[in-house]
């Protein structure tokens, strides 16, 4: 039997555990994360741009109805949020424009 555990596991070690497919298994695994955290952030920046939209058609459509008058206070805060937007449009471009390179595993450490 422990000669059979010797065939066994010095197969394993030859075929899988190569240094050069560990490379590819990490670098696949960790491209693989960083595009979920990428994703997640696109997601999060384009929810801020939806909601400072919304925000500010909801306060063009109060001055538009005549439900307020357009003082100082209203005026500063549609700047904030036009701020605020083009801040978040920014992010959301630069993090669309980012590519996701692979990540390059040095086969010495393997």
Known sequence: ???LDTLVTTHITERLFQPERLALILSSLSSRRKAEALNTRIAALQREVTDADQKLKRLYQLIKDGITEMDDVLKDRLNS???DRDHAKAALERAKSHSSQAIQ???ALL
């Open 1 to 3: 039997m422990a000669k």
């Open 81 to 83: 949020l036009k701020t």
């Open 105 to 107: 595993i040095d086969l």
